[in-house]
């Protein structure tokens, strides 16, 4: 890994958040949804990363990508519940118990 998003290559960090033009990208909805002129959203979109991610948090993201679940607020993961009617927290490991 790097230190500094804009010294990873392959990253879009240069374009977003440094205004490096290329003919890659195409600024999407949410990208645009950061600032209405260009200096604002390179500015909201580098604050984006100011901030470190500590590790329990990598850990919960970890988990959730590999598991296939949803992470954040209870409140989220049941509205996710009602509206893709898909379980997103992990089940019980192992058979279902036969009743009788």
Same mark, same amino acid.
């Given at each position: 890994?790097?230190?500094?998003?804009?010294?990873?290559?392959?990253?879009?960090?240069?374009?977003?958040?440094?205004?490096?033009?290329?003919?890659?990208?195409?600024?999407?909805?949410?990208?645009?949804?950061?600032?209405?002129?260009?200096?604002?959203?390179?500015?909201?979109?580098?604050?984006?990363?100011?901030?470190?991610?500590?590790? +329990?948090?990598?850990?919960?993201? %970890?988990?959730?990508?590999? *598991?296939?679940?949803?992470?954040?607020? @209870? &409140?989220?993961?049941?509205?996710? +519940?009602?509206?893709?009617?898909? %379980?997103?927290?992990?089940? *019980?490991?192992?058979?279902?118990?036969? @009743? &009788?």
């Amino acid at each position: 890994m790097v230190e500094d998003p804009g010294d990873y290559y392959w990253s879009s960090y240069q374009c977003n958040a440094l205004g490096k033009v290329s003919g890659l990208l195409n600024p999407h909805k949410e990208y645009l949804a950061l600032g209405k002129s260009t200096d604002e959203r390179l500015n909201n979109y580098r604050e984006l990363f100011r901030h470190h991610v500590d590790e +329990e948090m990598i850990t919960d993201i %970890r988990e959730a990508v590999n *598991k296939g679940i949803a992470i954040g607020s @209870e &409140g989220f993961k049941e509205q996710i +519940e009602r509206r893709y009617h898909r %379980r997103v927290v992990p089940g *019980k490991a192992g058979r279902p118990r036969i @009743e &009788g």
